[in-house]
């Protein structure tokens, strides 16, 4: 058997023990050996858990053991878990993760000291959840060059803006429900305000460039301003608001241009299909064209069940490291001011011919309310637009 | 340069060499030695294309050359395909192909052959196009039982079944515009009548349970027999209707079921907004949950790309078996006359008492057909559905 440890005994980390022994037998069949978990890390014991023998509280146990090939590092935040991380590698021992908010910040340093020590820092759970998404990126497309990945990347704000569509509710009223129903938190800004997210596009674009993007660098709006008239004008234009986290990849100068924000996603268009809890990530490739993955961006088993499937491909390259083609230099990044979108705007009716004035080739959308004035720009840049915009003193969402 | 041969240089082939010059210094990121076509073989000169001094037309000038490390075999049909890859891989010279026909009649035969001369062959291409759907099925999924796939497979099919629910088309007339724009075949019995996809659930449903299941054992229905009123019934219902290449896969006893038949996808269901030539692969992990990949399902350079993408995968294993856990011995089917199904079912008005004496709980649909009577059933068995609905003289299509 395999030896390996978890490092944080929460949701996702008695997952994988739960994958591990629930499909030991589906496991053999690619990896005969088989794997075992010989060690819990917690601050916390686990009197009635079935694996209360094998918690531990001093990580030294757990590193100081040569038979433990792989860790799973699922405590969540940057310290200690980097700190472990780091020490774990640099004693040839393989890191799988799902923790997002280290990987954004530290991954390229950790997957330097991997590659220094001939083991492997994966961290296919930390983008979403039960996808297959960093493996194929890695596996599928070396012969591609990625230009656009667009991603429904957070289950809570996309279950959000699902039931105030279906439902007609309000923001707040949505997120009550979602906050009863166990999909989002008490404390809900991480996943409203876009930082998860936001979080999980840079550790795309991270991977699409071998650089690093680091959360702060990209521009992020959640959709706490979003309204139950704003749905109702996206549907007048046959579109539906989601939470998108967005990168273009230029190929030419091999700069890269990161935003988390709401777009207005039209009829027809894959992500426009991708609803409730559920997370979409559209991958442009300039041979293959577009492909989407789809499933559950979260949850217990899912994310565990990706955390496990690092950790095979771990014990499969015993000995080598696994290259994740991601160094430690920093991504030259597009100024997101310079980028070009069309936007759908609202203004006070009394703005109108304003507007009209400010912005060629406006398109009007019919509007509910007498005292509003709504419309559809031409393609303009982010900074002409953040201009114009806040001389009408506009309300908009980017239209993709 | 790694050495490759392309065989057979029409739309696949051709694009293969289009990728690979097009993305060389995409291919050298993760392969620095770069990949070169060194031979084409074809029956026909290509004396205006810049590939025209790579022309063979005999086999063995590429079996001979000691630096041909890859064959991509594009040639189509069972032979002499079979023969060529099958001398390929006993010199051990990895083979890639996006020819369905010669995997899903000899894949595990061939299989076997590469994994005792320590070279690989793959198939990516096989099964939606550029979609990546092996692969991941092979590195993401080691630690899964999948219970499920179910597949829009065939992109023909999905466009005619979009523009009959779309424009209100007979199936007559957009077969026609299919073909007019180039998506159908003037001979398009393959698509049509379920052929293509059959043969891809059968290569899908060989790799999950590691055993052969080959087209001919797969019942198989096409679209040919659905109507607009057809469509307009599954719109009453909240559905659509779509071709799907369906496999269940018993984790109790191993057995696996198969099926290509037209199916009423519900509103909601990640496979209802696949539409066009696109295709959708739902696959659902015991831990993991349903996952769907989605992108061109054909077409030149993605499916070239998904070639290449093996080509990559061979050369980077240079010496070794890719093992794709296929050998050659045959699945165990489940019976399919003892599968359950709901049906929605269409019979003359004057059988509406009949019907319901026969089924238990069924539901009238609302008809525009004054002559017709439309009905759901509850769950039945095959064997049972079919003797009833002979009875009757019905026409019906499964519910998903």
Redesign the interface.
């Known amino acids: 058997m395999v030896q390996i440890a978890i490092l944080g005994f929460g949701t996702v980390g008695s997952g994988i023990a739960e994958?591990?022994d629930?499909?030991q037998e589906?496991?053999r069949?690619?990896?005969p050996e088989g794997l075992n978990v010989k060690y819990i890390l917690d601050l916390r014991d686990f009197p009635d858990s079935p694996y209360a023998d094998r918690v531990v509280h001093d990580i030294d146990i757990i590193l100081n053991d040569p038979e433990i090939r792989v860790i799973c590092e699922t405590m969540g935040g940057k310290n200690p878990a980097f700190d472990f991380s780091r020490r774990a590698l640099e004693r040839g021992i393989s890191v799988c993760t799902s923790n997002k908010e280290l990987v954004d910040a530290l991954g390229g340093k950790l997957a330097v000291v991997a590659k220094e020590h001939n083991c492997s820092y994966l961290f296919?759970a930390s983008v979403g959840g039960?996808?297959?998404i960093l493996?194929?990126l890695r596996?599928?497309?070396?012969?591609?060059?990625v230009t656009d990945i667009l991603g429904i990347l957070n289950g809570t704000t996309n279950y959000i803006l699902t039931k105030m569509e279906e439902e007609g509710l309000e923001f707040s009223e949505a997120l009550k429900q979602a906050q009863d129903n166990g999909y989002a938190e008490k404390n809900p800004e991480a996943d409203i305000e876009g930082y998860d997210p936001c979080r999980k596009i840079a550790i795309l674009a991270s991977l699409v460039t071998?650089k690093n993007v680091k959360y702060q660098q990209v521009p992020c709006e959640g959709i706490s301003a979003i309204d139950k008239a704003d749905l109702a004008y996206a549907r007048r234009l046959n579109r539906a608001v989601k939470l998108l986290g967005v990168c273009h990849h230029d190929r030419s100068t091999g700069k890269i241009f990161v935003r988390t924000a709401p777009y207005m996603v039209p009829q027809?268009h894959?992500l426009?299909?991708v609803?409730d809890v559920?997370n979409g990530i559209l991958v442009r490739?300039?041979?293959?064209?577009?492909?989407?993955?789809?499933?559950?961006g979260a949850?217990k088993?899912?994310t565990?069940?990706?955390v496990?499937?690092d950790v095979?491909?771990c014990v499969q390259n015993q000995g080598r490291n696994i290259d994740i083609?991601l160094n430690n230099t920093e991504a030259e990044l597009i100024d997101p001011m310079t980028t070009k979108s069309r936007f759908f705007v609202r203004v006070s009716a009394d703005k109108a011919a304003e507007a009209a004035a400010l912005f060629d080739g406006i398109e009007a959308v019919s509007s509910e309310d007498p005292a509003e004035y709504a419309f559809v720009t031409g393609v303009v840049t982010e900074a002409e637009f953040a201009e114009k915009s806040q001389k009408l003193g506009a309300k908009s969402i980017r239209l993709l």
């Open positions: 994958v591990i629930g499909n589906e496991i069949r690619d990896f296919e039960g996808i297959p493996r194929p596996t599928s497309f070396s012969q591609e060059f071998g027809g894959p426009h299909a609803n559920f490739g300039n041979m293959v064209g577009d492909l989407m993955f789809y499933g559950s949850g088993l899912p565990a069940s990706a496990v499937s095979i491909e083609g």
